[in-house]
């Protein structure tokens, strides 16, 4: 069977997510880590809207590649948020350079929410739908600027002090809002695939 592009994209997507852990988790130790941590979550960007871009240029959308996709998203989005919630994860010098944990938990949350919840209306109605809304996609965007500003800061704060902390604070606000708007979506939409799968 010939593996498309776009799932191979994917597929080399999940392998690079304990690549990007283990370069986290040295992120402390040597900013050489950090910046190839920082380069590697940019890059894993890019491949996410790329083979989602080839896969409908080619006409290769696949049921698998439907499955792999998000896998692949949150796979990365949970890992990293987990560990950019420990202190002193970035720098032994700024050791309050952490994601907070009411940003970190409504993340993780709401991923975990789509994947349990995809799941059981699979299992309930046999639909599986993983096409993201509006408000999804907005905020899949807004989650890898997170990261990349995180992975950033420790360098930012050390030339804007000041500029970086409401920096920081902005995008966590708004990575917030965004989750909780595209949350309450998909809980829409799950609701109208199982009242339509019951009739």
Known sequence: MCVSWPNRITVLRLLLVPVFILLVLSAADSAAYRYAALGLAVALGVCDAADGILARRTGAVTRIGSILDPLADKALMISAVVL?????????????LH????????????????????????????????LPSASGKAATVVQFILIAAMLASPDLVRWFPSATWYGLYGIWGVTVLLGVISWLGYLRTGSKLLSAGGH
């Open 84 to 96: 950019l919630s420990r202190e002193g994860i970035l720098s032994a010098d700024h050791p309050a």
């Open 99 to 130: 994601l907070p944990y009411w940003v970190s938990v409504t993340i993780v949350s709401r991923d975990l929410f789509i994947l349990v919840g995809t799941g059981i209306i699979f299992l309930l109605v046999g639909v599986f739908q993983a």
